[in-house]
C-alpha cells in the first residue's frame, strides 16, 4: 500500500485532483471538491451520481434503425448484383464504386459525429474520472475508426470502456477479444485454422496484458492458433466462434499447455506476475507521471493482485497516495490536446466549443478520438509539444478566448478564429463550412461573469483572478509581473471585455499554462 497523504488538503491539491482524473474546473466547482475532503472527494469521483446512460446516443445508434439500414444494405447488395448482370464490365465496376463512395461518405459523417457526441460528453458528464479512464482505454486498447470503418461499431466499442471503467481488467480483456470493433482491427476474424493471424496475439502480451520481454516468439506463435476460429458480422457486430476454423490441438504458452482457446489464452496471461504489474505503470504514467517509481510499481500490483485485477483499488490508492500530491508531480504533465481543450473551456466556463471545431483542433494538435496512430495508441508527454502544435495551441486559445467579437481595429484579433482552423485536416469542405458558419456564432466567454466589473479598477486583482481560474497556483512572481504589467498597458478607461480576453490569451499562451 503507497503511503497516504494527509487528511488535511489545499485547494491546490483539489485542483491537481479534478485536473488529473477528470478535465479541470470552474473555480467554484474546485472549492466544492476541496470541501469535500480528500477521501470523500476521491469517492465521489469514484461513484459518481450519473447513470451510463445520461447521454442519448447519435440517433443512427438506435437498434431498429441499424437493423433497418443493414437490411436496405442486404437488400441494395442483392439489387446491385442482379443489376450488374446487364452492365458491361466497366459500368459495373463504376457502379459498385459510386455505391462504395456513398457509403464512405455516411460513415465519414457518423464517426464526426459520433466524435463530437463524445467530446461533448467529456465536457459536460458528471463523470469525469469515469470518462477520463474511456479515454484511457481508448488508448490503451486503441482502436481506430480508419480501418474498422464502421461508426456504430466504434460507439459501442467506447460504451464497454464505459461500463467496465473502474471495473475487473481481466474480465474487460475477455470481452475486448471478442469486440466487433477490436476484431475487425486487428484481423482476427481472418485467423483460421492452418492459418493464424498473430496480429491480436501479439498485441495482447505486449501491449494489453504484459508488456514487451515477458513473452516469446513460439508464445505468440502458439497463442495465435487458440485465436482462431472467432467470427464478427461486418454489417450487425455480431460476433461467433466457428469450431471448424478453430485449431483445437494442444498449444503451450508460457509454459503451459491445453487445448487453449483465446480465452484460456487470456486465463493464462493473467497468471504472469508481469500482468499485475503492467497496468498499474501505465496507469500511474497516465494520472501521476511519465516514469513510473519501482517501488511505487511494486505496490500498486501487490493490490491489483490481490484484488482479483480490479481497476477501482488502485485509482483509490493512487488518488489517495502522498506521491500523486508531491510538488514534483503538480503541474509537471504536458496536457493532451483533448486535455487541453476540455480543460481550457471548463476553466472559461464555455458548455462547448463552435460546431466542428473540437475535431478539427484535435486533427491539428494530434489527438483525434476513434482514430489513434497505431494500435499501440498515441504517444504522450513531451511528443505532444513541437514548434507547431505549441503554436497552434496558442491559435486555438486566441480563438476560444476572444471569439467573433469585433477586433478592436486590429486584423490580427478578427482572423483569431480562423488562425485556430487553418489546415484543419483534409475532412472536406462540408466540415470547414459547418466550422465556419459555427465560428462566426461564437461569443467566447462571459466574461461579465468571469471577471466581475467590481474588480476591474485594479488590474492586479484581475491577474490574480484569471491566475485562480487558469493555473489554481502561483505560477512565480517573474511570470505574474508579466501578466501585471500587460494589464495594466491594455487598461483604459475601462477594463473592457475585450482586453480581458488578450488577458486570458497571454496567459494561456506560455508554456506554464500547457502543464497540468
Known amino acids: 500500500m503507497l503511503p497516504k497523504a494527509k487528511d ?5 491539491e483539489a485542483a491537481h485532483l479534478v485536473r488529473r482524473a477528470g478535465f479541470g474546473a470552474s473555480p467554484q466547482d474546485i472549492r466544492e471538491i476541496h470541501e469535500l475532503g480528500r477521501e470523500k472527494a476521491v469517492e465521489s469521483l469514484l461513484f459518481p451520481d450519473e447513470p451510463l446512460d445520461a447521454f442519448e446516443l447519435p440517433s443512427w445508434m438506435d437498434p431498429g434503425r441499424l437493423a433497418e439500414q443493414m437490411r436496405e444494405q442486404m437488400a441494395a447488395n442483392r439489387s446491385m448484383r442482379d443489376s450488374e448482370r446487364s452492365m458491361s464490365r466497366e459500368d459495373a465496376a463504376e457502379a459498385r464504386q459510386k455505391k462504395l463512395r456513398e457509403r464512405q461518405r455516411e460513415s465519414r459523417q457518423r464517426i464526426v459525429e459520433g466524435s463530437q457526441w463524445w467530446f461533448d460528453r467529456m465536457m459536460t458528464t458528471r463523470a469525469p474520472l469515469r470518462e477520463k479512464m474511456v479515454l484511457f482505454w481508448h488508448d490503451h486498447f486503441a482502436t481506430s475508426a480508419q480501418k474498422v470503418k464502421n461508426p456504430a461499431l466504434m460507439l459501442k466499442q467506447n460504451d464497454l470502456f464505459r461500463a467496465h471503467a473502474f471495473g475487473n481488467f481481466k474480465h474487460l480483456t475477455q470481452q475486448v477479444l471478442k469486440d466487433p470493433a477490436m476484431m475487425l482491427y486487428l484481423d482476427v476474424q481472418t485467423s483460421k485454422k492452418g492459418k493464424p493471424n498473430e496480429n491480436f496475439a501479439r498485441e495482447v502480451m505486449e501491449l494489453f496484458t504484459l508488456g514487451e520481454g515477458n513473452y516469446t516468439e513460439q508464445d505468440v506463435k502458439e497463442a495465435a492458433r487458440a485465436f482462431t476460429g472467432y467470427t464478427v458480422n461486418r454489417l450487425n457486430g455480431n460476433v461467433g466462434h466457428a469450431g471448424f476454423q478453430w485449431d483445437g490441438g494442444r498449444k503451450t504458452v508460457l509454459g503451459q499447455t491445453g487445448r487453449f482457446d483465446g480465452e484460456d489464452v487470456i486465463d493464462v496471461l493473467f497468471e504472469q506476475s508481469a500482468a499485475a504489474e503492467y497496468l498499474p505503470s501505465k496507469l500511474w504514467a497516465f494520472f501521476v507521471e511519465d516514469e513510473p517509481p519501482a517501488v511505487i510499481v511494486k505496490d500498486l500490483a501487490r493490490t491489483f493482485r490481490e484484488g482479483g485485477f480490479e481497476i477501482e483499488p488502485v485509482l483509490r490508492e493512487i488518488f489517495l497516495s502522498r506521491a500523486f500530491y508531491d510538488s514534483t508531480v503538480i503541474r509537471n504533465q504536458i496536457k493532451s490536446p483533448v486535455q487541453f481543450l476540455i480543460q481550457m473551456c471548463k476553466e472559461l466556463e464555455v458548455d462547448g466549443l463552435p460546431r466542428g471545431y473540437a475535431l478539427t483542433s484535435q486533427e491539428q494538435l494530434g489527438q483525434t478520438l476513434f482514430r489513434p496512430p497505431n494500435v499501440a495508441g498515441w504517444d504522450w508527454g513531451r511528443a505532444w509539444i513541437s514548434t507547431n502544435t505549441l503554436l497552434t495551441r496558442y491559435n486555438i486559445a486566441g480563438a476560444v478566448t476572444k471569439g467573433a467579437q469585433p477586433a478592436q481595429g486590429t486584423e490580427e484579433d478578427g482572423g483569431s478564429m480562423m488562425m485556430g482552423m487553418a489546415n484543419a485536416g483534409g475532412r472536406g469542405a462540408m466540415l470547414e463550412r459547418m466550422v465556419q458558419r459555427s465560428m462566426s456564432q461564437w461569443e467566447g466567454p462571459d466574461y461579465e ?32 509581473a508579466a501578466f501585471v504589467d500587460y494589464a495594466k498597458a491594455k487598461k483604459g478607461v475601462v477594463f473592457t471585455n475585450h482586453e480581458v480576453a488578450e488577458l486570458c490569451h497571454l496567459m494561456m499562451s506560455t508554456p506554464h499554462y500547457q502543464l497540468t
Do not use: Y
Open 8 to 12: 488535511e488538503w489545499t485547494v491546490e
Open 449 to 480: 461573469k468571469l471577471v466581475p466589473r467590481s474588480l476591474r479598477e485594479d488590474p492586479e486583482a484581475v491577474v490574480d483572478s484569471l491566475i485562480e481560474r487558469l493555473f489554481q497556483a502561483d505560477p512565480g512572481p517573474k511570470q505574474r
